[in-house]
């Protein structure tokens, strides 16, 4: 019964557009009411949405997610609250973008259950790993800049090698918004005017 499924949408800041996932979730049939958004880091240890939702959940409810990494961003809180979810209160979870991991799975006889039991830690794994890049680039981007006298936080006259790699691969769409964000340490709409500089100086060509 659709009114037992329930969507985490979670987007890092403010300035990232949850409308996608949003979008993504109606498509299934789940109730506005029943798609929980939240605008904070997975690393945050509050996360109020998040733990109402969990509380509220019961044995046999669905939780609709987009990705593993919606549940936490390091390694030992994915496969917490995931037997907290799955396990302690009985939910059964469905990763949209890894559908291996979904729990309601019509053979889940123990080879199935270990292979999902494996590819959920390597999933942790990626998750922790991934993060933990992005915020060394991010933090050594800001040694440079610090070291270069830059000022942080306002418009630069001197566009980085950096800042040109990263919209660069944004523009080839290797890589999301939210990475581009994360990498640079800036806003959606410093981002956006990043973008237009680089373009109209003809710093990608």
């Excluded at 509380?55 to 669905?62: I, N």
């Excluded at 390597?122 to 800001?142: L, T």
């Excluded at 006259?157 to 890589?175: H, L, R, S």
Aim: glycine fraction near 4%; charge should be positive.
């Amino acid at each position: 019964m659709l009114e037992n499924t329930y969507a985490l949408i979670r987007v890092s800041t403010e300035e990232q557009n949850e409308a996608r996932q949003v979008v993504r979730m109606e498509k299934l049939g789940i109730p506005k009411s029943n798609i929980v958004i939240e605008k904070e880091s997975g690393k945050s240890k509050t996360r109020a949405k998040f733990q109402k939702l969990v509380k509220q959940l019961k044995r046999g409810d669905t939780l609709y997610i987009e990705n593993i990494d919606r549940l936490a961003r390091d390694y030992d809180g994915i496969l917490s609250m995931w037997h907290t979810l799955t396990t302690q209160k009985g939910v059964i979870v469905k990763v949209l973008d890894t559908p291996m991991l979904d729990t309601d799975q019509n053979n889940n006889d123990l080879s199935v259950r270990f292979m999902r039991d494996i590819f959920l830690l390597i999933q942790a794994f990626q998750a922790e790993y991934e993060w933990s890049k992005i915020k060394s680039r991010q933090a050594q981007g800001i040694a440079v800049a610090k070291a270069s006298g830059k000022s942080m936080g306002r418009p630069k006259a001197v566009i980085t090698d950096e800042e040109i790699d990263v919209v660069k691969q944004f523009q080839a769409q290797e890589i999301a918004l939210d990475i581009a964000l994360d990498l640079l340490g800036i806003k959606k709409s410093a981002f956006y005017n990043l973008c237009r500089n680089i373009n109209e100086k003809g710093r990608l060509f």
